[in-house]
T-cell receptor, first 115, second 111 residues
Framework: AQKVTQAQTEISVVEKEDVTLDCVYETRDTTYYLFWYKQPPSGELVFLIRRNSFDEQNEISGRYSWNFQKSTSSFNFTITASQVVDSAVYFCALSERNYGQNFVFGPGTRLSVLP | DGGITQSPKYLFRKEGQNVTLSCEQNLNHDAMYWYRQDPGQGLRLIYYSQIVNDFQKGDIAEGYSVSREKKESFPLTVTSAQKNPTAFYLC??????????FGEGSWLTVV
């Protein structure tokens, strides 16, 4: 079955600290896609990244980096030198190619970056 | 501007009323979705549509209805059968199951 787990409900860090948000997934498909979204207080979900199941190369975009490991079914997200503007709820999501193309979201992790 | 437009941003419903939330996209995406988010909670899928004139129930479809008469539009009706409709509703679209993009959301409150 399709499932996404984000074990960290809330995280608080002080500005400039590094923080890693965990995401563990379950899938029955061999081809799937993983995503991270950011939901600031305004409410809109902002797309951050998509990863294909056959591409395990880690990715870095500015202060953001993602570590995809199929062996542990994890897709973790690290923010380096966090800033107050990073405060938001972050969602990890999974889409299976061969099973209805439905998207399943994790419960989200609320990140608070304190000045 | 290209994107997904939801309206209204805020809506109040009286007990027993049906209300319709609008969702329009000009991204030429095939698939459209409706999600519900309760305070402090994750997203739950209400309905989704992969093509015009076709849609499927999600995990919490009871008390909701949708239509997909045009590719650009996917309105959601919250019927009086939905006993606890107060929530944040998010519309999304996707080019054939690829990355999903969201609108700004609509807040529905029962008064």
């Amino acid at each position: 079955a399709q499932k996404v787990t984000q074990a960290q409900t809330e995280i608080s860090v002080v500005e400039k600290e590094d923080v890693t948000l965990d995401c563990v997934y379950e899938t029955r498909d061999t081809t799937y896609y993983l995503f991270w979204y950011k939901q600031p207080p305004s409410g809109e979900l902002v797309f951050l990244i998509r990863r294909n199941s056959f591409d395990e190369q880690n990715e870095i975009s500015g202060r953001y980096s993602w570590n995809f490991q199929k062996s542990t079914s994890s897709f973790n997200f690290t923010i380096t030198a966090s800033q107050v503007v990073d405060s938001a709820v972050y969602f990890c999501a999974l889409s299976e190619r061969n099973y209805g193309q439905n998207f399943v979201f994790g419960p989200g992790t609320r990140l608070s970056v304190l000045p | 501007d290209g994107g997904i437009t939801q309206s209204p941003k805020y809506l109040f419903r009286k007990e027993g009323q049906n209300v319709t939330l609008s969702c329009e996209q000009n991204l030429n995406h095939d698939a459209m979705y409706w999600y519900r988010q309760d305070p402090g909670q994750g997203l739950r899928l209400i309905y989704y549509s992969q093509i015009v004139n076709d849609f499927q129930k999600g995990d919490i479809a009871e008390g909701y209805s949708v239509s997909r008469e045009k590719k650009e539009s996917f309105p959601l009706t919250v019927t009086s059968a939905q006993k606890n409709p107060t929530a944040f509703y998010l519309c999304a679209s996707s080019p054939s199951g690829n990355t999903i993009y969201f609108g700004e959301g609509s807040w529905l409150t029962v008064v």
